[in-house]
């Protein structure tokens, strides 16, 4: 995502404050302005000109090689951007309408706010030609919740001289203290066909468009409205789902669920119990416009890792990490409302409360589930900022209520001191943690120190972690128990600055060691990058060679035998192989983009080849398609197999406010052909409306797909309708 990449250099920053004079001021428009990208009222030629770009990329600290001018002006209802990009308009790059896509494909344009001016947080809006929306709030410097959705608008329009966009953005949205003052400020427009980016301030590859104390400042915005006290988005839904079936080896099935219709009501709301504090609600809570889950082929012993997409824990989400994302993880909101296998558990309610008091940064999460779980679930966590960038926090979590035979608790805490070491980052970070599975059962206990070189032409890591047996937080989430891990890296990239090559990619050598808790060796991981590169159009290329070491536990129960494939197991025994994996990606701003990466070796007691692609056709500005396909081909001692998995996506827009989406996947694990499909409308900024189609069949039964006879299928129409009071 756009937001993430400028979220990268801004984590490799020095403190130092903006310079003075970094400043434009905001022109309050005497008469309406029509929203229609046409920069053409008077206000916008009497405005501030922001004009003095420099190069982040590729070369730091030049002038700009195209002319930009960014205005600000302010409103009754909120404020306005209005962005000049002056450039050639046929090398203009435009190929994504869908809301929060990844506009660092296209040529683009940034800017962020920090209205409490406190350098630590701060909303980013982004827009590019077509005059597609992303947004993102921004808590830190490598700290940025991408999944936060504010109410804004924008329009877009391609120029003889280049394009022009117009933005606005309600004073709802944000968060203030309503004496007004000076506001923290910053932009960043991405050329694409020449790969560069510039900025306003923050330049340098050190610091970085998220690098709040550098930023500039936005003045003349006077007394600001008060924030109203309750925004609120009820929703109706109706959902006419067909019979749910099993199929058995033969090919015959068995309805296990008739088919059914139902209307759903519930809303959604957001109260500001404080200029800078809101409170969430959410009443029969739904998720039907949700994509599914990609269908992963599992080849290891560890369960897998899947991201949270639900909006209501994703939205603020950022307050709660606490722990190494995928590995150990104090908080993973997909525990809440989802069984083990994905299956939703219906929602009765949920509340949260975020914000910052001060110097503290608070977040409380309770949801009540329903059904067969009928649980209570509470999740509290806070930030007391530590130095310029640092914080010292906590955090505690709880699962119980009438369904569940006694509380489950699990709390923490961690820190995070950034340094500035003869200019360079250097990122202390250490947490601990504990879990208690009931009343008077024993507390489990896990941590972890962490050391962080991060660096433009340098980034070493080194950590240690301890994860006790039994360590397991109800509302978390633990890849291994009962094991000591050690991990780090030492990679470098030097910028040559010849050979079309931006920067090159050594890993000098990178580790992941673990072992159980008296020191014997459950698995390892070790590889070394001899070369890699990105080039200055955007592509790269990747040599690595690895080694892994894997000791399979013995079989004590027929539960406990790996089988890495349905019909094929791995023996019990340590297991030693060395592979070499070469990957190759083109720029992703290329109307056709593609991604190889091929592996060779040897795998466990035998061999394996493994094949991972992707192609993306964009017909700009309303056709996105991609496919991908990963084949891996297993000879081991104890059988063969050819693991595979494929999916589709398509995506048709005809303006950023109406597009469509269809997502098909197939694996042979699962034998299951999966559809989701979606028509997504924003009549008007905050409000949607959803039609959803999802769907699956069995394949591998030997006679064919049974198109008529699905496992599985609902058609979900739903509206939201956005309103102050």
Known sequence: MLLAAAAIPAALSAQTPAPAGASVRALRASEPIRL?????????????????????EPEEGAPARERTVVRVLTADAGIYIGLWAYQDPSRIVRSHLRRDADLEEDDFFAFLFDPQRDHRSAYAFAVNANGSMADGEVKGPEDVALDWNGIWDARALITDDGWVAEIFVPWQTLRYRHRGGAWGFNVIRGIR???????????????????????????????????????????????????????RAGGTDSVTAASAAAVALGLDAKVAVAPTLTLDLTVNTDFAQVEADRQVVNLTRFPLFFPEKRPFFLEASDIFDFGQEERVQLFHSRRIGLASGGTPIPISWGARLTGRAGPERIGLLATRTAGDEDALDLATRF????????YVGGMITAHGGPGVRGARLAGGADFEFPLLVRGQNLIPTALMAWSRDSAGAPARSAWRVFLDYPNDHADHFLAVSRIENGFDPALGFVRQDGIWRHTGALRFFPRPHRWGIRRLLFTVLQFDINTTLNGELDNSSYQVRPFGA???????????????????????????????????????????????????????????????????????????????????????PHFIGAAEWAVQRIRLATGR??????????????????????????????????????????PRPGSDAYLVWNSAWPTGLGRGIPWQRPLRGALVGKLVYYFRV
């Open 641 to 682: 197999f050819t693991a595979q998995a494929v999916s589709v996506r398509l995506d048709v827009a005809a303006n950023p406010r109406l597009a469509g989406a269809a997502f098909l996947q197939w694996d042979n694990e699962s034998e299951r052909l999966a559809v989701n499909a979606r028509v997504h409308w924003i």
């Open 193 to 247: 066909h020449r790969n560069e980016y510039v900025l306003w301030r923050s330049w340098q590859r050190q610091r970085g468009f998220f690098y709040l104390p550098e930023e500039g400042t936005l003045e003349g915005l006077g007394e600001l409205p008060r924030r109203r006290l309750v925004e609120t988005r009820p929703y109706i839904s109706s959902t006419g789902s067909l019979a749910e079936r099993v199929y």
């Open 534 to 620: 990105q080039f200055e159009g955007g592509g790269e290329v990747a040599l690595t060679l690895q080694r892994f070491e894997e000791v399979v536990p013995p079989i004590v129960t027929p539960g406990d035998s790996f089988e890495i494939f349905p019909g094929t197991v791995v023996l019990p025994g340590r297991y030693e192989w060395s592979r070499a994996e070469l990957s190759l990606e083109s720029s992703t701003g290329r109307p056709v983009q593609a991604e190889v990466q091929f592996s060779a070796g040897d795998y466990f007691s035998g061999t394996a080849t493994e094949v991972e692609s992707q192609v993306t056709v964009k017909v700009a």
């Open 36 to 56: 229609d990208g046409v920069l053409d009222e008077p206000a916008w030629l009497a405005a501030d000109s922001i004009t003095d770009f420099r190069q982040q």
């Open 383 to 390: 930030k007391h900022d530590a130095f310029t960038r640092g």
